[in-house]
Structures are given as C-alpha cells and as structure tokens.
C-alpha cells in the first residue's frame, strides 16, 4: 500500500485561484449583503458612469460565473481526493463524508458573518456526489444536463406554482419589508445582531433561493457532475496536449452562449409588464440565464487553458496557485474583512459607490495572493485548511516547513 503523497496539479489550484478572485470582486461590489437591497442602496451606488459601467460589466460578464467555476472545481476536487484514496487502496467515501460534515460546521460559522455563505451549500450538495463517484459516465453528464436545461427548477414550480419554500416572501420585491428590515440590520445592527438574523432566517433565505425556482442549488450541483467527469477524463494531467480538445469546448460554448441569451432574451421581453416569476415563460427565461452563465463559465475555462500553455502568460498565472490552494481560508477571510468594512459594526461603508467598492476588490486580491505566496513559503497549509484536514482525519497534521 503506496503512502507516499500525489503531487498537486498546478494549473487547477491556479484556476481555483482565478475563480476565487472573480468571486471577491462581485461579494466587494455587492457589499456582502447576501440578500436583495432596497432602492435607497442602488441608487447611492450607481452615481457615476464608472459605478454603473462596474455594475453592468459585473452583472453580463462575472456574477454567477465565477461561483460555478469554483463549483466545477469542487466537482474536480472530489475525484481527485477519492481517486488518490482509490490509489493508495483506502475507500474514501466514508472519510469525504466526515469531511463535507466538518466543512459544514465551518460553514456555518462562515454564514454568521455573511448569509450568501456558499460553504453550507457545498457540504449538503457534496454529500449526493458520493454515489455518483462509481456512476456511468452517461448517468453522470446526463443528470448534469437534465440540471442545467432546469428540471429543478420546473419540478418546484410544478409542485408550487411559483410559491416559495422555507419564506413567505417575493425575492423580486426590492420593497418589501423583509428587505429593508435585514438591510437595516447590516447598516445599523450590532454584530450580534447580525448573527442573530443569519444564524436561522438567513438560511431559508437561502435554501429559497438555492432549491426554490431560481435553482442555484441544481445548478452547483450540475457543476460539481461536470468537475466529476473532467476529473475523470484525466483532462488536467494532459492539458498542454488537448489543444483540439479545448478549441471545441471554446466554440461549443460560444455557441451556448448566443443561443441561451436569445431564449432568455426572447422569454422575458414577450412578458409584456414588468417580469413576474409565476409563469413558464419566466421559467424558461431564468433557465436560458443559467445556461448563459454555463457558457460563459465554460468560455473562461477554456481560455484560461489556452493561455496557461503560453509560457510567458503562465509565470503569471501561476502566481494564483497559492491563493487558490488556500481557498478556504481567503474566502472565509474575504467575507470577514467585506462584512467588517462594509456593516454597521464595522467601519460602515454600506451604501458607497461601485467605483470605490470594485478598486478595494483589487486592492484584497493583490494582499491576499501576496499573503498566500507568503505564508506558503513557510507553512504547508494555510489555516483552516489544516484546520479541516485535522480534523478529517483525526491528526494533529504539522503545518510547520521543515527548513532544509
């Protein structure tokens, strides 16, 4: 039994890193609310050309994409864990359980600061990735697919005619009460009492939005089935060599991506009044929007493949890896610091333009790859990845480099 440890595949721990980052500027832009905000907040945002330039580029090119391709990665992540355990001739399954369950608690701890926390997600979803491991690759892409085109999101709407599941309230609605009680909570709340709020109101607000007719959670899950696949295709072992490969991906998704935006495009300007979601068509509408956003996912993938082969592109891509090996921990940090500047027990910062949120986004990616390059010099892990990998397997794991 081979106990000897698999070398780290560079390119996906600088793709995770690229995802990471992608995924502060949204948070940053959106100022961690985690919820919708009333109309006051919008307008304080958008107040110059820059700020609304910022939005609309954020919301066409970078929300929600950047979280699927972390998604995919997690896919990936949990072949290559169950795939090395298989290797070494240890069952992983048990073991990944255990794991997604510390995941969990850490998540949660996550989600007091901030309620988009998309770690509690992660470990309930990644649990029915398990028996999926054996699965057919057939089983696999076809429920992957399935997921995409929206049979969640039509099997909800069937059930509840557009009726949400966990709250009682209209996530279209920027005016409602429910909106305005939890935007007054970050602006003026103590943090205890923002704890209070997202320690249980917060997550049916999001099981709303992840299993209800929005579907986040069919589509994370879609992208965990394709990361599962790629992992098992062998895809970034022998990337410099599948150029063909990554052409077809690029055009295929090219493709999706104009295709997808005329059906979203064409469900929502045939509702004559203001778009509501209680009718197919808005279903349709919102399923061609996630295929945008699996297009555009899969777009970005490939052309980080592609200049990742080019040597002089890649000495700086790969600066990522370290940011993205530590993934855990500057996305949980990222959310501490956001909340921190941003709610009213922090420095309060609610409410400011676009611009200013978007160059502090920057500013947090360059300090934190800086760190990661740091703290990887001289430790092994970065702090709540030897925290949970402690924890899975039940060893005090040294986190020290031993000088040479």
């Known amino acids: 039994m081979s106990s000897s440890k698999l070398p780290r595949i560079e390119i996906i721990d600088a793709l995770r890193g690229f995802a990471l980052a992608g995924i502060l500027i949204c948070h940053m832009v959106e100022q961690y609310l985690g919820a919708g905000a009333p109309p006051n907040h919008n307008e304080a945002v958008s107040v110059l050309l820059s700020d609304q330039i910022i939005d609309g580029f954020i919301g066409i090119f970078m929300r929600g994409k950047f979280l699927a391709l972390f998604s995919f990665l997690f896919g990936l992540s949990f072949f290559i864990q169950m795939d090395n355990g298989a290797k070494k001739g240890k069952a992983f399954g048990g073991r990944f359980l255990w794991r ?11 989600s007091l600061f901030y309620r988009g926390d998309i770690l509690t997600i992660y470990a309930m979803l990644g649990i029915l990735l398990i028996p999926f491991y054996k699965a057919n690759n057939k089983w696999v892409l076809g429920v992957a697919a399935l997921l995409f085109l929206g049979l969640g999101r039509y099997s909800v709407f069937y059930l509840t005619k557009g009726e949400h599941l966990f709250l009682d309230v209209n996530p279209m609605d920027m005016e409602s009460t429910h909106v305005a009680d939890y935007y007054n909570i970050l602006k003026n709340g103590s943090i205890l009492d923002v704890f209070a709020t997202n320690s249980w109101q917060g997550h049916l607000d999001k099981m709303n939005f992840q299993y209800g007719i929005f579907g986040r959670g069919y589509f994370t899950f879609a992208f965990f089935l394709i990361g599962l696949y ?3 295709s062998g895809f970034f072992t022998r990337f410099r060599e599948s150029k063909k490969f990554t052409k077809k991906v690029l055009i295929y998704s090219l493709i999706l991506f104009v295709v997808s935006l005329g059906i979203s495009a064409g469900a929502f300007m045939s509702m004559a009044q203001e778009p509501q979601m209680n009718s197919w068509t808005a279903m349709i509408g919102l399923s061609g929007y996630d295929l945008n956003n ?14 990742y082969r080019k040597m002089k592109v890649e000495k700086w891509l790969v600066k990522l ?5 530590m993934a855990l921990t500057n996305y949980v940090m990222q959310s501490i610091l956001g909340t921190l500047l941003f709610y009213g027990w922090g420095f309060g910062f609610l409410g400011f333009i676009n611009t200013f949120t978007f160059l502090i986004a920057i500013v947090l990616i360059i300090l934190q790859v800086w760190v990661s390059k740091i703290w990887l010099q001289h430790y092994k892990y970065g702090p709540l990845e030897w925290v949970w990998r402690s924890l899975t397997f039940f060893k005090n794991f040294p986190i020290k480099k031993e000088r040479i």
């Not at 997604?100 to 996550?110: C, D, E, M, Q």
């Not at 890896?321 to 090996?325: D, L, N, Q």
Request: glycine share 10%.
């Open 321 to 325: 890896a370290p940011y993205g090996r």
């Open 230 to 232: 790629v992992g098992r």
């Open 100 to 110: 997604l369950l510390v995941l969990l608690a850490i998540g949660y701890i996550h």
């Open 294 to 307: 699996v297009a555009m996912t899969f777009i970005y993938l490939s052309l980080f493949v592609m200049l």
